[in-house]
């Protein structure tokens, strides 16, 4: 199986903040992988496909890069809205794996 | 829009069954293959099961391998997970999501105790 790291796995900000969220794979996924954000109580949301195309409706201060075993997930500019928790997900082999997960939370 | 509404939860004593199931609109549902995925309480997301548009492929996750059973009616735009054998460790939200885990349902609780 495939498995997926994240780190930091929790990190505190405040509203302007640049973050980055690194995620890295056991072995080489190519570019399949998906960026999820998910609040409390709600299903997750992707962001980013394909490890840097943006979703759709998602605002465009979110941003993915990587190829291979490294990824990273980049919020240029942290919103209120954006306090969650982060996962990556490979979907390059099964059984798909996720990251831990990267809490994101108020300074 | 794409809909995906899970039903079906509960609470079971360790042993017993459950069959999910997982209502689709607003997409040719016979067209997109589905994943079941469950997050335990508190805990992170763990990938359960997929199937195939045509139900030709299945994979399932080594924890359930063997004890649940994922399908689909296309007729009924509807995906199933049957659970049997439950153990107080899947325990979860359990969710549907389609191709890619683009869309996902809002989940529902499944508990088990004793």
């Known amino acids: 199986d495939i498995q997926m790291t994240q780190s930091p796995s929790s990190l505190s900000a405040s509203v302007g903040d640049r973050v980055t969220i690194t995620c890295r794979a056991s072995?080489?996924?190519?570019?399949?992988l998906g960026w999820y954000q998910q609040k409390p109580g709600k299903a997750p949301k992707r962001l980013i496909y394909?490890?840097?195309n943006l979703q759709s409706g998602v605002p465009s201060r979110f941003s993915g890069s990587g190829s291979g075993t490294e990824f990273t997930l980049t919020i240029s500019s942290l919103q209120p809205e954006d306090f969650a928790t982060y996962y990556c997900?490979?979907?390059?082999?099964?059984?798909?794996?996720f990251g831990p997960g990267t809490k994101v939370d108020f300074k | 829009e794409v809909q995906l509404v899970e039903s079906g939860g509960g609470l079971v004593k360790p042993g017993g069954s459950l069959r999910l199931s997982c209502a689709a609109s607003g997409f040719t549902f016979s067209s997109y293959s589905m994943n079941w995925v469950r997050q335990a309480p508190g805990k992170g997301l763990e990938w359960v099961s997929y199937i195939s548009s045509s139900s030709s492929s299945i994979y399932y996750s080594d924890s359930v391998k063997g004890r649940f059973t994922i399908s689909r009616d296309n007729a009924k735009n509807s995906l199933y997970l049957q659970m049997n054998s439950l153990r107080v460790e899947d325990t979860a939200v359990y969710y549907c999501?389609?191709?890619?885990?683009?869309?996902w349902g809002q989940g529902t609780l499944v508990t088990v105790s004793s």
């Open positions: 999501a389609r191709k890619g885990l683009t869309n």
């Open positions: 997900l490979q979907h390059n082999t099964y059984p798909l794996t």
């Open positions: 072995q080489g996924i190519t570019n399949d």
């Open positions: 394909a490890a840097s």
